[in-house]
C-alpha cells in the first residue's frame, strides 16, 4: 500500500459515524436494489415461460408470411415429418405441429367466431400448458377423435357442457367448404380470459380431415429448455430446415412482441425509480466529501506549499471515496443476496397483484432471480454513481490557493 492509499484509509476513519453513516446508506441501497432488481428479473422469467409455454412455444417453424397474414393455405409441407426429425436432430421431446383455422362454432342456442387449433394429443401436452389446465372431462387421447376441447368463457357463451355437440362451419385449405360436429370432451380453465373465450383444439387427425389438409400443418411448435438456448437452437432448426420450401423460423420475440414491450414499459418505469436512488446516495457522498474537504482547507494548504500538486489530492480525495463505496458494494450485496435468497426459497407475493398475475397466466407468488447480474448491477451504479459525486469536492482543490488555505480556520 502506497502513501496516498494509507493517508485515503487514514482519513476515511478520522470521523467514523460519518463514514458509517455514508457506507450505512450506500448498504441500504445497494440492498435495496439487488432484492428490487432480483424481483423484477424473476418475474420476467416466469411472465415469459408462462406465457409461452401456455400456448406459443419459444420457437415455431411457419411459412413465410403465415405469422402476419395467417391464411389457411400459409402451410408446412410434411410437417409430422419435419416435426420427427427436429426430435432426433435436437433430441427434444417437446416439439409438435398445430393447425389453425377461423371458424363459425355453433351449439343448439348460439354461435360464435372462435380459432380452433389442430394438435396433436401425444406431444401437446409437452409443449402446452392447456392440457393440463383442463378443469372438466378431458383431453383428446387419439390423433382422429372427433372430440373439441373449449375454454370455460366459451363453455359458458355457447350454454355447452360435457358430451354436447358443437357444429364447426369454416373454409378448408382448397378454400372448400369445410364443416363437421365435434363433441365437447374437455373445457380448461386457464385464468385468462381472452384465451378462455376465443379458442378451441380438436386433434390433428380430425383438423385435417374437415380442413383439407394433406398432412401439412401451419406450425411446428419448439418449447426449449430455457431461454438461454432459444438463439442456439433457432440457428439448428434453420439449418434444418429443407431449401426452396418458403419456411422460416421465429423465436418467442416475434412471436410475442406485446410481451417484451411489456417488459420494456416495466423496466423503463423501474429503472426511472432506480436512477432517483442512485441520485439521492450519491448527493449524500458528495455532501460527505465536500465537508471533508473544507474541513481539511488548512491541511491541504500545507502539503500544497510543500509541493503536493492538486491532481494528487483529488486523487487522494477519490480514493477515499472509492474506499467507502467498495464498502458499501460488498456488504450491499451480501445483505441484499442474502434477503433475496430467502425469497427465492418462500417465494414474494405482491398485495393486490392477483389479477395482474391472472392477465399474464402467472401465479400469485414471485421468486426472485438471483445472478451475477441482478447481484451487482445496483450495486456497481452507486460505486460508479459515488465515484462520480466526488469529482466535484476533488476538482475544488484545484481552484486553491496555497497562501489562502493556510489562513483559514
Same mark, same amino acid.
Given at each position: 500500500?502506497?502513501?496516498?492509499?494509507?493517508?485515503?484509509?487514514?482519513?476515511?476513519?478520522?470521523?467514523?459515524?460519518?463514514?458509517?453513516?455514508?457506507?450505512?446508506?450506500?448498504?441500504?441501497?445497494?440492498?435495496?436494489?439487488?432484492?428490487?432488481?432480483?424481483?423484477?428479473?424473476?418475474?420476467?422469467?416466469?411472465?415469459?415461460?408462462?406465457?409461452?409455454?401456455?400456448?406459443?412455444?419459444?420457437?415455431?417453424?411457419?411459412?413465410?408470411?403465415?405469422?402476419?397474414?395467417?391464411?389457411?393455405?400459409?402451410?408446412?409441407?410434411? !410437417?409430422?415429418? /419435419? +416435426? =420427427?426429425?427436429?426430435?432426433?436432430?435436437?433430441?427434444?421431446? #417437446?416439439?409438435?405441429? %398445430? *393447425?389453425? $383455422?377461423?371458424?363459425?362454432?355453433?351449439?343448439?342456442?348460439?354461435?360464435?367466431?372462435?380459432?380452433?387449433?389442430?394438435?396433436?394429443?401425444?406431444?401437446?401436452?409437452?409443449?402446452?400448458?392447456?392440457?393440463?389446465?383442463?378443469?372438466?372431462?378431458?383431453?383428446?387421447?387419439?390423433?382422429?377423435?372427433?372430440?373439441?376441447?373449449?375454454?370455460?368463457?366459451?363453455?359458458?357463451?355457447?350454454?355447452?357442457?360435457?358430451?354436447?355437440?358443437?357444429?364447426?362451419?369454416?373454409?378448408?385449405?382448397?378454400?372448400?367448404? !369445410?364443416?363437421? /360436429? +365435434? =363433441?365437447?370432451?374437455?373445457?380448461?380453465?386457464?385464468?385468462? #380470459?381472452?384465451?378462455? %373465450? *376465443?379458442? $378451441?383444439?380438436?386433434?390433428?387427425?380430425?383438423?385435417?380431415?374437415?380442413?383439407?389438409?394433406?398432412?401439412?400443418?401451419?406450425?411446428?411448435?419448439?418449447?426449449?429448455?430455457?431461454?438461454?438456448?432459444?438463439?442456439?437452437?433457432?440457428?439448428?432448426?434453420?439449418?434444418?430446415?429443407?431449401?426452396?420450401?418458403?419456411?422460416?423460423?421465429?423465436?418467442?420475440?416475434?412471436?410475442?412482441?406485446?410481451?417484451?414491450?411489456?417488459?420494456?414499459?416495466?423496466?423503463?418505469?423501474?429503472?426511472?425509480?432506480?436512477?432517483?436512488?442512485?441520485?439521492?446516495?450519491?448527493?449524500?457522498?458528495?455532501?460527505?466529501?465536500?465537508?471533508?474537504?473544507?474541513? %481539511?482547507?488548512?491541511?491541504?494548504?500545507?502539503?500544497?506549499?510543500?509541493?503536493?500538486?492538486?491532481?494528487?489530492?483529488?486523487?487522494?480525495?477519490?480514493?477515499?471515496?472509492?474506499?467507502?463505496?467498495?464498502?458499501?458494494?460488498?456488504?450491499?450485496?451480501?445483505?441484499?443476496?442474502?434477503?433475496?435468497?430467502?425469497?427465492?426459497?418462500?417465494?414474494?407475493?405482491?398485495?393486490?397483484?392477483?389479477?395482474?398475475?391472472?392477465?399474464?397466466?402467472?401465479?400469485?407468488?414471485?421468486?426472485?432471480?438471483?445472478?451475477?447480474?441482478?447481484?451487482?448491477?445496483?450495486?456497481?451504479?452507486?460505486?460508479?454513481?459515488?465515484?462520480?459525486?466526488?469529482?466535484?469536492?476533488?476538482?475544488?482543490?484545484?481552484?486553491?490557493?496555497?497562501?489562502?488555505?493556510?489562513?483559514?480556520?
Amino acid at each position: 500500500m502506497n502513501i496516498t492509499s494509507r493517508l485515503a484509509w487514514r482519513n476515511v476513519w478520522r470521523h467514523p459515524r460519518r463514514t458509517w453513516l455514508t457506507i450505512g446508506a450506500m448498504v441500504f441501497s445497494n440492498a435495496l436494489l439487488v432484492f428490487m432488481i432480483s424481483i423484477q428479473f424473476g418475474m420476467y422469467e416466469l411472465m415469459i415461460d408462462n406465457t409461452l409455454k401456455a400456448f406459443t412455444g419459444h420457437l415455431q417453424v411457419q411459412a413465410v408470411g403465415y405469422k402476419d397474414d395467417l391464411k389457411i393455405r400459409q402451410v408446412v409441407p410434411d !410437417a409430422r415429418s /419435419v +416435426a =420427427e426429425r427436429l426430435r432426433s436432430e435436437l433430441e427434444l421431446e #417437446t416439439i409438435t405441429v %398445430r *393447425s389453425s $383455422a377461423f371458424v363459425l362454432l355453433s351449439s343448439e342456442d348460439r354461435s360464435y367466431g372462435v380459432q380452433v387449433f389442430g394438435v396433436d394429443p401425444e406431444y401437446e401436452p409437452r409443449v402446452s400448458s392447456i392440457p393440463g389446465l383442463v378443469r372438466e372431462g378431458h383431453y383428446p387421447t387419439g390423433r382422429d377423435a372427433q372430440e373439441i376441447v373449449i375454454g370455460k368463457v366459451l363453455a359458458r357463451n355457447l350454454r355447452v357442457g360435457l358430451g354436447d355437440e358443437l357444429t364447426l362451419l369454416g373454409s378448408g385449405r382448397d378454400g372448400s367448404f !369445410a364443416a363437421a /360436429v +365435434a =363433441e365437447v370432451a374437455g373445457i380448461f380453465d386457464s385464468g385468462v #380470459t381472452d384465451m378462455d %373465450r *376465443s379458442i $378451441a383444439e380438436i386433434p390433428v387427425g380430425f383438423f385435417d380431415d374437415v380442413f383439407y389438409m394433406e398432412g401439412a400443418s401451419h406450425a411446428v411448435v419448439i418449447v426449449t429448455p430455457d431461454l438461454a438456448s432459444v438463439p442456439g437452437i433457432k440457428s439448428r432448426v434453420e439449418a434444418s430446415l429443407p431449401i426452396n420450401e418458403g419456411l422460416v423460423v421465429h423465436d418467442w420475440d416475434a412471436l410475442q412482441p406485446g410481451l417484451k414491450q411489456a417488459i420494456q414499459a416495466d423496466i423503463s418505469s423501474a429503472f426511472f425509480m432506480y436512477g432517483i436512488l442512485v441520485i439521492l446516495v450519491a448527493f449524500s457522498v458528495m455532501n460527505t466529501q465536500l465537508m471533508s474537504v473544507l474541513e %481539511r482547507t488548512h491541511e491541504f494548504g500545507i502539503v500544497m506549499s510543500l509541493g503536493v500538486t492538486p491532481g494528487r489530492l483529488g486523487t487522494l480525495v477519490i480514493l477515499e471515496t472509492g474506499m467507502m463505496a467498495l464498502a458499501g458494494l460488498l456488504l450491499g450485496a451480501l445483505a441484499g443476496g442474502l434477503v433475496t435468497l430467502w425469497f427465492t426459497y418462500n417465494g414474494f407475493s405482491y398485495p393486490g397483484m392477483d389479477q395482474m398475475a391472472a392477465n399474464f397466466n402467472l401465479p400469485s407468488r414471485f421468486y426472485p432471480q438471483v445472478t451475477v447480474l441482478t447481484l451487482f448491477l445496483g450495486p456497481a451504479v452507486v460505486f460508479v454513481g459515488s465515484i462520480l459525486s466526488s469529482l466535484y469536492p476533488a476538482l475544488r482543490l484545484h481552484w486553491l490557493q496555497p497562501v489562502a488555505a493556510m489562513r483559514a480556520v
